[in-house]
């Protein structure tokens, strides 16, 4: 049979006095870990209890976490994390699938836009030129009509009226 192993400290906590027994952290074949500092252990020396005072006036960082928990415990994703990661993957495919779907209508509308304002700026310039055209022509007119009048070579006919 095997010998017993000796009973574990609990993290964090100290003898309060010399009638308590001290345990020793032990592991199988290792000495025990010297100068280690245990989680609200007492200080031994005044330099630790100023050390300690110092770091509390430090501003505290938030620990860091793993990203994937099955990192830390050692094994392979869980279950609700396929789940998640399904389920993630399902709807980044429906998001993109729904922005493909409406950028390809926007784009498709704003080509037959493209189109029709295209055909109107046509249209508007065909009309200017037309208007353009006219309006050459009604200045001829009008300076026919007014060599016409000013010339008094031609019988009056008005009066004969």
Sequence with gaps: MAAPRP?????????????EPELLVETAGEAPGAGLKVPGEASETEEEEEEEEEEEQRPKTPP????????????????????????????????????RQSYGSAARSLGGLGGALGRAQVTAAAAAHCLRLARRDLRAVADTIDIVTACHLLPDIRGQL
């Design 7 to 19: 009973p574990r400290v609990v993290p964090g906590e100290a003898s309060e006095s010399d009638s």
């Design 64 to 99: 860091v976490l793993a990203e994937e928990p099955a990192a830390v415990w050692g094994g392979g994703p869980s279950l609700l994390q396929q789940r998640l990661r399904e389920g993630t993957g399902r709807l980044r495919g429906a998001v993109g699938s729904a922005l």
